[in-house]
């Protein structure tokens, strides 16, 4: 009864929506259609204006062109003149249709050529030098959108129109589908480093202009002592005195800088520079420095060595100095100083009125839980035998219920140790088992080579890194107080209050910890043993 789509299950979907099926309504009352509309289809291919009745060649537009052609040289009024005398709205066709509005052109009258003129004028032989100024004048900026709109018979001829509209296309910054290139964004990042650049100093500008002139002339007197200080900076840098910057290589060549570097040859412009080198240690010779260095330490040096430098400039510029200045500048600073200070204790103090504020609002919370707490305990005792009884029977039911779920809990829990630890059992007994296969075969593979008469190798290297070797060998200390003592006499010594040498395990450090500590020793000025029990004192009081 119900047609069924190719895609879709009409009859099923329907049940889903609550339909009882064929021969009922959509509704639950049974008062609705009970059978399918017929809807009629249409299935031949005529078109809007065609009569099915009629022959296909009877078709409108054929009518009004029969129409037009039979009325031509009849002095009779055709279609056509129709239109031109009342407009095109006034016909059958048109008459069925609303106007919409108008839509304009997107095309301007910029964009249209400029008609050439060729009559009663000759052309002019262009030469090489009319080629290169039109050229020239065409990729400027002023005479952009003159070449944009006048353009000459000779362009039009030399350069094809898709040629043309693709260097349009890449050359419009504003299109939709424009890609900046590397050159634009080159230079449009240069203009907006220079945008801010000018910003920077306008706001500093205007904070100038506020500042009163004593103020200014402090500023002022500050800048020059710092100006002064670069410029020894950087004159030790250029000479290398002092290094441009920490390398990457952990075995930097230590003998490059000081004494050893470059001599200060020629003259210079900086007054009793060699001085103010000299103070800083600039030119006292350096031990080169043998082992690996960090990046870290590296910069470190160069930071202390850079800042001995920059106070011995100071003290130098600042003596030279007009007594005036001086004092300008240090009581300016010192005011700076007042009012940051001022701030840091408003601040402070800030801080601490909300600490406070926050732990009364602890307080109180506290003091209502005990309030609560009190006044549960006088209801409790102000109870009768009944309620009492049930207040109980609540209590020890919930105590019940917290000791099973206690139970339930350490179950669990013991459980989840039982196999841990039955699975580092498993993980020992591989591990032996494994070992054990191993002897057996190495012990195997040494008959073997007995049977052919080979040397034994049971007595190769042991199977630690040569680097871990070599770093543990020079390193390796023994504890005269405790060689050849018991256990026993051990302790014994140590309750006689005997001074015992601690020992480094180092058959327990990795070889990586090792090379570390080692570096760390060594930036400290210790000795490695005396590092690595100091480090294990300090994890030790940790712990405790």
Same mark, same amino acid.
């Given at each position: 009864?119900?047609?069924?789509?190719?895609?879709?299950?009409?009859?099923?979907?329907?049940?889903?929506?609550?339909?009882?099926?064929?021969?009922?309504?959509?509704?639950?009352?049974?008062?609705?259609?009970?059978?399918?509309?017929?809807?009629?289809?249409?299935?031949?291919?005529?078109?809007?204006?065609?009569?099915?009745?009629?022959?296909?060649?009877?078709?409108?537009?054929?009518?009004?062109?029969?129409?037009?052609?039979?009325?031509?040289?009849?002095?009779?009024?055709?279609?056509?003149?129709?239109?031109?005398?009342?407009?095109?709205?006034?016909?059958?066709?048109?008459?069925?249709?609303?106007?919409?509005?108008?839509?304009?052109?997107?095309?301007?009258?910029?964009?249209?050529?400029?008609?050439?003129?060729?009559?009663?004028?000759?052309?002019?032989?262009?030469?090489?030098?009319?080629?290169?100024?039109?050229?020239?004048?065409?990729?400027?900026?002023?005479?952009?959108?003159?070449?944009?709109?006048?353009?000459?018979?000779?362009?039009?001829?030399?350069?094809?129109?898709?040629?043309?509209?693709?260097?349009?296309?890449?050359?419009?910054?504003?299109?939709?589908?424009?890609?900046?290139?590397?050159?634009?964004?080159?230079?449009?990042?240069?203009?907006?480093?220079?945008?801010?650049?000018?910003?920077?100093?306008?706001?500093?500008?205007?904070?100038?202009?506020?500042?009163?002139?004593?103020?200014?002339?402090?500023?002022?007197?500050?800048?020059?002592?710092?100006?002064?200080?670069?410029?020894?900076?950087?004159?030790?840098?250029?000479?290398?005195?002092?290094?441009?910057?920490?390398?990457?290589?952990?075995?930097?060549?230590?003998?490059?800088?000081?004494?050893?570097?470059?001599?200060?040859?020629?003259?210079?412009?900086?007054?009793?520079?060699?001085?103010?080198?000299?103070?800083?240690?600039?030119?006292?010779?350096?031990?080169?420095?043998?082992?690996?260095?960090?990046?870290?330490?590296?910069?470190?040096?160069?930071?202390?060595?850079?800042?001995?430098?920059?106070?011995?400039?100071?003290?130098?510029?600042?003596?030279?100095?007009?007594?005036?200045?001086?004092?300008?500048?240090?009581?300016?600073?010192?005011?700076?100083?007042?009012?940051?200070?001022?701030?840091?204790?408003?601040?402070?103090?800030?801080?601490?009125?909300?600490?406070? !504020?926050?732990? /009364?609002?602890?307080? @109180? *919370? +506290? %003091? $209502?839980?005990? &309030? #609560?707490?009190?006044? =549960?305990?006088?209801?409790?005792?102000?109870?009768?035998?009944?309620?009492?009884?049930?207040?109980?029977?609540?209590?020890?039911?919930?105590?019940?219920?917290?000791? !099973?779920?206690? /139970?339930?809990?350490? @179950? *669990? +829990? %013991? $459980?989840?140790? &039982? #196999?841990?630890?039955? =699975?580092?059992?498993?993980?020992?007994?591989?591990?032996?088992?494994?070992?054990?296969?191993?002897?057996?075969?190495?012990?195997?593979?040494?008959?073997?080579?007995?049977?052919?008469?080979?040397?034994?190798?049971?007595?190769? %290297?042991?199977?630690? &890194?040569?680097?871990?070797?070599?770093?543990?060998?020079?390193?390796?200390?023994?504890?005269?107080?405790?060689?050849?003592?018991?256990?026993?006499?051990?302790?014994?010594?140590?309750?006689?209050?005997?001074?015992?040498?601690?020992?480094?395990?180092?058959?327990?450090?990795?070889?990586?910890?090792?090379?570390?500590?080692?570096?760390?020793?060594?930036?400290?000025?210790?000795?490695?043993?005396?590092?690595?029990?100091?480090?294990?004192?300090?994890?030790?009081?940790?712990?405790?």
């Amino acid at each position: 009864m119900w047609a069924i789509s190719k895609y879709m299950d009409a009859s099923a979907y329907l049940r889903k929506q609550g339909w009882r099926g064929e021969g009922h309504s959509l509704d639950h009352t049974d008062r609705g259609i009970k059978r399918p509309l017929l809807v009629s289809k249409k299935v031949d291919v005529l078109g809007v204006g065609l009569n099915k009745h009629t022959s296909v060649s009877d078709q409108w537009w054929l009518r009004a062109f029969d129409e037009g052609l039979r009325n031509l040289g009849t002095g009779q009024e055709s279609a056509l003149a129709q239109v031109q005398k009342h407009g095109v709205h006034r016909g059958g066709l048109y008459a069925n249709f609303v106007k919409g509005q108008r839509i304009e052109g997107s095309i301007g009258d910029n964009f249209l050529p400029t008609p050439i003129t060729t009559a009663g004028t000759n052309t002019p032989v262009t030469s090489e030098e009319d080629k290169s100024s039109r050229k020239r004048r065409r990729i400027s900026p002023e005479h952009e959108a003159e070449s944009d709109s006048d353009t000459s018979s000779e362009e039009v001829e030399e350069e094809p129109p898709a040629r043309m509209s693709r260097k349009r296309k890449r050359d419009s910054v504003d299109g939709p589908g424009h890609k900046e290139r590397p050159k634009e964004v080159r230079a449009r990042r240069k203009i907006e480093k220079k945008e801010k650049l000018r910003e920077k100093r306008e706001r500093e500008g205007d904070k100038l202009e506020q500042l009163n002139p004593r103020e200014f002339k402090a500023i002022q007197v500050r800048k020059t002592i710092d100006r002064q200080i670069s410029e020894y900076v950087a004159a030790a840098t250029s000479r290398g005195l002092l290094p441009a910057r920490p390398t990457n290589d952990p075995y930097p060549d230590q003998g490059a800088t000081g004494a050893n570097a470059l001599p200060l040859t020629g003259t210079s412009d900086l007054p009793e520079m060699e001085q103010i080198f000299e103070t800083a240690g600039l030119l006292t010779p350096k031990t080169p420095k043998t082992g690996k260095q960090s990046y870290k330490a590296q910069k470190y040096d160069r930071e202390r060595t850079k800042r001995e430098l920059k106070r011995a400039a100071r003290a130098y510029v600042m003596s030279q100095m007009p007594p005036e200045d001086l004092e300008l500048e240090t009581a300016v600073a010192k005011e700076k100083r007042a009012g940051k200070k001022a701030k840091h204790d408003e601040r402070n103090a800030a801080v601490a009125q909300a600490a406070a !504020e926050q732990k /009364a609002v602890k307080e @109180a *919370r +506290r %003091a $209502r839980k005990h &309030e #609560k707490k009190e006044q =549960r305990k006088i209801e409790i005792a102000n109870m009768g035998p009944e309620e009492k009884a049930e207040y109980d029977a609540r209590k020890a039911v919930a105590r019940q219920k917290e000791s !099973e779920r206690n /139970a339930t809990r350490d @179950a *669990r +829990r %013991a $459980r989840i140790k &039982e #196999k841990l630890e039955a =699975r580092k059992v498993k993980k020992e007994i591989a591990r032996k088992e494994k070992s054990a296969v191993a002897e057996v075969k190495e012990a195997a593979k040494a008959a073997a080579r007995a049977a052919r008469g080979k040397p034994d190798k049971s007595g190769k %290297a042991s199977k630690v &890194e040569p680097d871990y070797i070599q770093l543990a060998e020079p390193l390796k200390v023994e504890d005269d107080t405790k060689q050849d003592m018991t256990f026993p006499e051990y302790t014994d010594a140590v309750a006689n209050g005997e001074e015992l040498k601690p020992k480094v395990m180092w058959e327990n450090i990795p070889p990586a910890k090792l090379a570390q500590y080692k570096e760390r020793a060594s930036e400290k000025g210790m000795d490695l043993e005396q590092y690595i029990l100091r480090r294990e004192e300090k994890s030790a009081a940790k712990r405790v």
